[in-house]
Nanobody
Framework: VQLQASGGGLVQAGGSLRLSCAAS????????MGWFRQAPGKDREFVSA????????YYADSVKGRFTISRDNAKNTVFLQMNSLKPEDTAVYYC?????????????WGQGTQVTVSS
């Protein structure tokens, strides 16, 4: 599975961004997907995940109510809509596919897209 994340950028606090992750190389519609982030000097952390069976969604407490994960199986793409962004959301965001330990561990990873939130 190859993953290509995009949509990052610089935004002011309170603003919004929509990240996309395009997948190829496998039957995307049968793959659990996740988003993670890594801020400078910190460990990578779970942000959100969506299952392929029930489209159940999971969120880290820090983003619950502000971020929304969704998927378009016809386009082999998963999205992360990020609203009410805060400076502490600044990080490199990674998408991941095919869970090993649902919803926190995955077999395949994208290259990351930078999100910077200014105060």
């Amino acid at each position: 599975v190859q993953l290509q994340a995009s949509g990052g950028g610089l935004v002011q606090a309170g603003g919004s961004l929509r990240l996309s992750c395009a997948a190829s190389g496998r039957t995307f519609s049968r793959t659990n997907m996740g988003w993670f982030r890594q801020a400078p000097g910190k460990d990578r952390e779970f942000v959100s995940a969506i299952s392929w069976v029930t489209t159940s969604t999971y969120y880290a407490d820090s983003v619950k109510g502000r971020f929304t994960i969704s998927r378009d199986n016809a386009k082999n793409t998963v999205f992360l809509q990020m609203n009410s962004l805060k400076p502490e959301d600044t990080a490199v965001y990674y998408c991941a596919a095919e869970s090993i330990r649902w919803p926190y561990e995955y077999r395949y990873w994208g290259q990351g897209t930078q999100v910077t939130v200014s105060s």
